[in-house]
């Protein structure tokens, strides 16, 4: 059964910083891109990072050079360390899993497998 759980949400406040990690079973890692987005309330869930299974990394404009993207296919894990957090980037935080993207990696439909997000809150 393939799952993908993630962690590591919290409140922060503007400028703080919070590593989410997401956790893989049920499939090998290392075959799989994973994308991280999110969504805010009221809105369109946006992609934020992604990282292939050969580690190519894209990030969204909004986030570069905050955010970086890992991956460790030993633990079937992935984090996203999340730094310089803004209030803008309060929202749900998924990760999704596809073998290969066969469209734009930002684009929700190209994933076959989600998690069940974890929220982060960035409020003073």
């Known amino acids: 059964q393939v799952q993908l759980v993630e962690s590591g949400g919290g409140s922060v406040q503007p400028g703080g910083s919070l590593r989410l990690s997401c956790a893989v079973s049920?499939?090998?890692?290392?075959?799989?891109?994973i994308g991280w987005f999110r969504q805010a309330p009221g809105k369109e869930r946006e992609g934020v990072s992604y990282?292939?299974?050969?580690?190519?990394?894209y990030y969204a404009d909004s986030v570069k050079g905050r955010f970086t993207i890992s991956r460790d296919n030993a633990k079937n894990t992935v984090y996203l360390q999340m730094n310089s957090l803004k209030p803008e980037d309060t929202g749900v935080y998924y990760c999704?899993?596809?073998?290969?993207?066969?469209?734009?990696?930002?684009?929700?439909?190209?994933?076959?497998?989600w998690g069940q997000g974890t929220q982060v809150t960035v409020s003073s």
């Open positions: 990282i292939s299974s050969r580690h190519v990394i």
């Open positions: 999704a899993a596809v073998r290969t993207v066969k469209s734009s990696w930002w684009h929700p439909r190209a994933y076959d497998y």
């Open positions: 049920g499939f090998t890692l290392d075959d799989y891109a």
